[in-house]
């Protein structure tokens, strides 16, 4: 389902209620929420509200279970980190659980960190069916979500839940939720803003399927929901006859 707002500050405030919703709902049926967050720059906006009211009041934040969709292998204290910037703008700000916050541990070798993470997601998960309850995507103006940078071979991982691999153009060891793991989930929400995104979003929506140039073409969740929620600079491809 296509979402599209007339700002971004529209956009950020919509998505806000959407997850809050689908956070109340599924605790009315279950005892934990499990999220997966997204790094970039896009969803700086959306934390700052929820870690504010109404949102931050509404949530049961110790019903939380936080993961990582993907992170840079660079240390927690640096700017680029993605974990870092998801809790200057809201995990500090709201009464989580730490023990329930799974970052991505940069502090061993990706390698090392990407098997220990999957470890951590097979405790929660078991071997098959069970998933997240929600996974919140950003997508770059190439298309890549999580790391599933264009024409890396992660893409097409049909296994493996977390991998590690070098980023040669950022010169960077990145670690990735894959497809398997996240195409399981009950909701999957993108999180996407800006004209330079419409190219990316109208070949990802509306294009030939090709998941190696596009890779969010491959986030497709088997049994539950896909929702992007984008601003009307980003749809104006899509919108178009
Ligand atoms: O590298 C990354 O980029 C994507 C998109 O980021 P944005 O700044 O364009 O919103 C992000 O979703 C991902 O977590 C991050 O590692």
Known sequence: ????????????????????????????????????????????????????????????????????????AVPFDDSRNNAKMAFEHLLSKVPVVLEQV?????????????????????????????????????????????????????????????????????QMHRITLTAPIVNRAAKVAFLTFGANKANALFEVLKGARNIDQYPSQIIQPASGELHWFVDEAAASLVKQP
């Open 102 to 170: 799974h970052i991505m541990n940069t502090t061993l070798s990706p390698n090392d960190s990407a098997k220990a993470y999957e470890a951590i997601l097979h405790r929660y998960f078991g071997n098959e069916g069970a998933s997240f309850d929600l996974v919140l995507n950003g997508m770059g103006d190439d298309g890549h979500t999580l790391s599933l940078f264009p024409h890396t071979p992660v893409i097409h991982e049909k296994q493996a839940w977390v991998s590690s691999f070098y980023l040669e153009p950022q």
């Open 1 to 72: 389902m296509l979402h599209i707002y007339k700002s971004t500050d529209q956009l950020s405030h919509a998505l806000a209620e959407w997850i809050t919703q689908a956070i109340e709902t599924t605790l009315q049926k279950q005892d934990r929420f499990t999220w997966v967050v997204t790094g970039g720059n896009s969803p700086k906006q959306l934390y700052e509200l929820l870690a504010a009211s109404p949102y931050r009041e509404r949530i049961n934040w110790s019903k939380l279970h936080i993961f990582w969709g993907d992170e840079r």
